[in-house]
């Protein structure tokens, strides 16, 4: 049998970075016009994605403090955890963090800046739809219960030391943490099948959990969800952990409002400045 050379020859090499971020490119000018109905649902979908691997992190790390060194807790936190963003990917939802690589394209001219800031709008009230809907859902199931209130104590912990960051505290996190997000995304670009993608995004988020970097829809559901513990637990689980709802006075709903304005700042400026503007720069600027 001889081949037909009209027969595209498939090709399975990653894409190299200069096609990355052709390809980064042409991706973020289509994001930018899906419908507004679309771009909603799938940032629904992506806020709940994110809220499952924020689930999974904390259930691994519970418990784990005293047993196991910081480190190694750390990493399976951060391992598990990587599977929110392995559902946004491989499932085509919309991620505001990831999304900050538009950038790219609004320096190439190929779409307004309005187009990028609207698209970015109905993103991230999206995830926080879906964030928010998620936390509610797993609150309901008193899955704070588990362990006997070990999680809903871990959770608390958690939310509780998200919302005392300072400002620059958590604006310098957040820049931290999108720099390792969108080199997650951008490390995808180059990949041929789904277990490329699964493969480059574990490293990057494994880092970024690991060394406890903030990603703002990561805390769109680990914040609500802590302080819906504080708020609505049964007596029992108080009983359970010997607290009050007292001990988590810091965690209101301001004090997370506090956490997310600087945390989504610093996510802008890491993913879109320091990554997306950067590879503009290297391998788009002179085109």
């Known amino acids: 049998m001889t081949d037909d050379p009209a ?13 990355m971020a052709e390809k980064a490119e042409q991706v973020g000018a289509e994001k930018t016009r899906l419908d507004t109905a679309s771009l909603l649902a799938l940032a629904v979908l992506a806020g709940s994605f994110i809220a499952f691997g924020s689930l999974f992190s904390i259930i691994v790390s519970t418990g784990a403090e005293g047993v196991l060194p910081y480190g190694v807790t750390r990493l399976l936190s951060g391992l598990v955890f990587s599977v929110g963003l392995i559902l946004v990917v491989t499932g085509g939802a919309e991620l505001f963090t990831g999304n900050n690589l538009m950038v790219m394209a609004w320096a190439s001219r190929k779409v ?8 970015w709008t109905l993103v991230y009230i999206g995830n926080f739809a879906g964030a928010i809907a998620t936390a509610l859902l797993v609150f309901l199931s008193e899955q704070y219960g588990h362990g006997g209130g070990a999680v809903g104590l871990a959770a608390l912990s958690v939310a509780q030391t998200k919302a005392n960051l300072g400002f620059i505290h958590a604006l310098i996190h957040g ?3 999108n720099v390792l997000v969108c080199l997650a995304v951008w490390l995808c670009y180059g990949a041929r099948s789904t277990t490329d993608k699964i493969v480059a995004i574990v490293p990057p988020i494994s880092l970024f959990v690991a060394a406890g970097f903030e990603h703002s829809v990561a805390n769109m559901y680990l914040l609500p969800y802590g302080l819906m513990i504080k ?10 952990i010997g607290q009050t709802p007292g001990t988590y006075a810091d965690l209101t709903w301001l004090s997370a409002l506090g956490n997310l304005v600087p945390v989504t700042i610093g996510n802008i400026i890491g993913g879109g400045a320091l990554v997306g503007a950067v590879y503009w720069f290297v391998y788009l600027r002179k085109r």
């Open 7 to 19: 027969r595209p020859v498939p090709v399975i090499d990653a894409l190299l970075p200069r096609q």
């Open 112 to 119: 307004s800046l309005r187009q990028v800031l609207r698209a």
């Open 175 to 177: 820049v931290l943490g």
């Open 231 to 240: 708020n609505w637990a049964t007596d029992s689980f108080w009983i359970m």
